[in-house]
């Protein structure tokens, strides 16, 4: 893989690693822990919203 393939690559990880709620639009530490151990970019507030009322 080229170097300006793997700049590429990073500048768009660093985007998705932004601290901001998908769903609340909250900026939250919790986003990034989530995104790592879910695939989704939840808050913590948000994440168990979406447990208990999944609808």
């Known amino acids: 893989m080229s170097k300006k393939n793997t700049q ?6 660093l985007e998705d690693l932004d601290d ?13 822990q ?3 151990l879910t695939g989704f970019k939840f808050c913590e507030s948000c994440r168990i919203a979406k447990t208990i009322f999944p609808i």
């Open 8 to 13: 590429y690559l990073s500048e768009n990880n």
């Open 20 to 32: 901001i709620c998908e769903n609340c639009r909250n900026k939250d530490e919790s986003v990034t």
């Open 34 to 36: 989530n995104l790592i």
